[in-house]
């Protein structure tokens, strides 16, 4: 039996637990240092026990009372199973489940945190959705559909991704496209749009038709980011919204710059951005925030049903294990790692006779003979992620609109290349190992 001095230590132990958890669940900050793991799964059997499915005197007696069948998935969720949201609202608190309420409130006051933590101090709200990215895009075009419901067209600067594209689409809206141009005609170098590509895209269509323009910040070379500055106010001035597809732009300090000129001067009107290409977590969650705090709601509200708690869930356990501090490490490693992959790929472009193009962004791009690489890199040497491109006048046709040389961003053919990117958690050996690999599969190329 314990002596009265060692229960004294257990209790003491056990109450500075519940004061870090009880600290969270009032002040709903992030902690300077993150949680270890046993108190994050303290946090969450604390919150299934305020489901009603896990009181042990409660009757259910409705069409969703919370109820699992198999032992494992039980286990896989601690008891959570009722979501987040109720059927007008993905944000509104359900009676029958408090825990996942406070848990859905906790991970958005911590979304929004880490917005400011990152350099977007003017942002007014966020709200974590369990789609993707291109889904986010979605209901974000439908919340802005209800705002003008005469337009049918959205401003599209090009990016060959599919489902930004598709989100588009699946708005039920027409997007005009504009595409990206070399900023050196023949050579190899950087892609974008300016004001006279914008001014020539509408200049048949009526403004008063026009939703909004759909800008892109994070994206593969040699496109360069979108000036969020050029096309914030080109929207404003023509009188309609500004969207931005901001998927992994929260790794980049150069990126979280322009949203941050841009949001101070009222540019922009929502930005979107994916859970796991920025914080690690498995896929499945997105971030739509805004400096104006209604236009947040309003998707919320749009949202049809109770939703998946699962990528709010994550979103909240990883943050709060890294806490404030480990947040900006993490994004200064990949910072340091970006640098180190460009010294690299330098270094390598060098002793084979090739270039590198690093636009404003956090990839870079590799000019070579590419059309026997990129399946070699994948299926011979495991090199994951990297985009071989062959501008060869190739036509694709998605939903009816037909892009010459996809995957390139625009229509003017140029030399084949190669694009690595530095996303966050990438280290220094990676690195070393995909530059080493890239090195023998040109020799294998040679030879």
Same mark, same amino acid.
């Given at each position: 039996?314990?002596?009265?001095?060692?229960?004294?230590?257990?209790?003491?132990?056990?109450?500075?637990?519940?004061?870090?958890?009880?600290?969270?669940?009032?002040?709903?900050?992030?902690?300077?240092?993150?949680?270890?793991?046993?108190?994050?799964?303290?946090?969450?059997?604390?919150?299934?026990?305020?489901?009603?499915?896990?009181?042990?005197?409660?009757?259910?007696?409705?069409?969703?009372?919370?109820?699992?069948?198999?032992?494992?998935?039980?286990?896989?969720?601690?008891?959570?199973?009722?979501?987040?949201?109720?059927?007008?609202?993905?944000? =509104?608190?359900?009676? @029958? $489940? +408090?825990?996942?309420?406070?848990?859905?409130?906790? !991970?958005?006051?911590?979304? #929004?945190?880490? &917005?400011?933590?990152?350099?977007? =101090?003017?942002?007014? @709200? $966020? +709200?974590?959705?369990?789609?993707?990215?291109?889904? !986010?895009?979605?209901?974000? #075009?439908?919340? &802005?559909?209800?705002?003008?419901?005469?337009?049918?067209?959205?401003?599209?600067?090009?990016?060959?991704?599919?489902?930004?594209?598709?989100?588009?689409?699946?708005?039920? &809206?027409?997007?005009?496209?504009?595409?990206?141009?070399?900023?050196?005609?023949?050579?190899?170098?950087?892609?974008?749009?300016?004001?006279?590509?914008?001014?020539?895209?509408?200049?048949?269509?009526?403004?008063?038709?026009?939703?909004?323009?759909?800008?892109?910040?994070?994206?593969?070379?040699?496109?360069?980011?979108?000036?969020?500055?050029?096309?914030?106010?080109?929207?404003?001035?023509?009188?309609?919204?500004?969207?931005?597809?901001?998927?992994?732009?929260?790794?980049?300090?150069?990126?979280?710059?322009?949203?941050?000129?841009?949001?101070?001067?009222?540019?922009?009107?929502?930005?979107?951005?994916?859970?796991?290409?920025?914080?690690?977590?498995?896929?499945?969650?997105?971030?739509?925030?805004?400096?104006?705090?209604?236009?947040?709601?309003?998707?919320?509200?749009?949202?049809?049903?109770?939703?998946?708690?699962?990528?709010?869930?994550?979103?909240?356990?990883?943050?709060?294990?890294?806490?404030?501090?480990?947040?900006?490490?993490?994004?200064?490693?990949?910072?340091?790692?970006?640098?180190?992959?460009?010294?690299?790929?330098?270094?390598?472009?060098?002793?084979?006779?090739?270039?590198?193009?690093?636009?404003?962004?956090?990839?870079?791009?590799?000019?070579?003979?590419?059309?026997?690489?990129?399946?070699?890199?994948?299926?011979?040497?495991?090199?994951?992620?990297?985009?071989?491109?062959?501008?060869?006048?190739?036509?694709?046709?998605?939903?009816?609109?037909?892009?010459?040389?996809?995957?390139?961003?625009?229509?003017?053919?140029?030399?084949?290349?190669?694009?690595?990117?530095?996303?966050?958690?990438?280290?220094?050996?990676?690195?070393?190992?995909?530059?080493?690999?890239?090195?023998?599969?040109?020799?294998?190329?040679?030879?």
């Amino acid at each position: 039996m314990l002596s009265s001095e060692q229960q004294k230590i257990v209790r003491n132990v056990a109450k500075k637990s519940l004061n870090k958890i009880d600290e969270l669940l009032i002040s709903q900050k992030l902690p300077n240092n993150g949680f270890s793991e046993g108190l994050l799964t303290q946090l969450l059997e604390s919150l299934s026990a305020a489901d009603s499915n896990n009181f042990t005197d409660s009757v259910g007696g409705g069409e969703r009372e919370g109820r699992i069948v198999c032992s494992l998935v039980e286990r896989l969720h601690l008891g959570l199973s009722h979501g987040i949201g109720r059927s007008g609202n993905i944000a =509104e608190t359900q009676p @029958k $489940a +408090l825990g996942s309420s406070m848990l859905n409130s906790l !991970a958005n006051s911590m979304a #929004l945190e880490v &917005l400011h933590v990152l350099g977007l =101090e003017s942002c007014k @709200k $966020a +709200l974590i959705l369990p789609v993707c990215t291109g889904m !986010a895009l979605t209901l974000s #075009l439908l919340t &802005l559909k209800q705002l003008r419901p005469s337009t049918k067209y959205v401003i599209f600067s090009r990016i060959d991704q599919k489902s930004c594209l598709k989100s588009i689409f699946a708005a039920g &809206l027409i997007p005009i496209i504009v595409n990206q141009t070399p900023t050196n005609p023949g050579t190899f170098c950087e892609l974008k749009i300016n004001e006279s590509n914008l001014e020539e895209a509408i200049s048949s269509i009526k403004t008063s038709e026009i939703l909004c323009i759909l800008s892109t910040t994070s994206c593969f070379a040699p496109r360069v980011p979108d000036s969020l500055i050029l096309n914030g106010t080109f929207a404003r001035k023509n009188g309609f919204f500004h969207l931005v597809n901001n998927a992994y732009g929260l790794q980049s300090p150069s990126i979280i710059l322009q949203l941050s000129q841009a949001l101070n001067s009222n540019l922009i009107d929502i930005f979107v951005q994916s859970t796991d290409k920025n914080f690690q977590t498995p896929v499945g969650g997105s971030i739509i925030s805004s400096s104006n705090k209604e236009m947040v709601i309003k998707v919320g509200k749009l949202y049809p049903g109770r939703a998946s708690a699962i990528p709010s869930r994550d979103f909240l356990l990883t943050v709060l294990n890294l806490g404030k501090n480990g947040l900006l490490k993490m994004m200064e490693e990949r910072n340091q790692v970006y640098a180190f992959l460009v010294e690299k790929m330098r270094e390598f472009a060098a002793e084979i006779g090739e270039e590198i193009i690093e636009p404003e962004g956090n990839e870079i791009s590799l000019v070579e003979e590419c059309k026997k690489l990129g399946g070699i890199l994948f299926t011979r040497y495991k090199v994951t992620g990297t985009r071989v491109i062959i501008s060869n006048g190739t036509v694709t046709n998605i939903n009816g609109i037909e892009f010459k040389n996809f995957g390139s961003h625009t229509n003017v053919s140029i030399v084949p290349y190669i694009t690595v990117a530095a996303g966050v958690g990438m280290t220094k050996n990676e690195v070393e190992n995909i530059v080493q690999r890239l090195r023998e599969c040109f020799c294998d190329i040679k030879n």
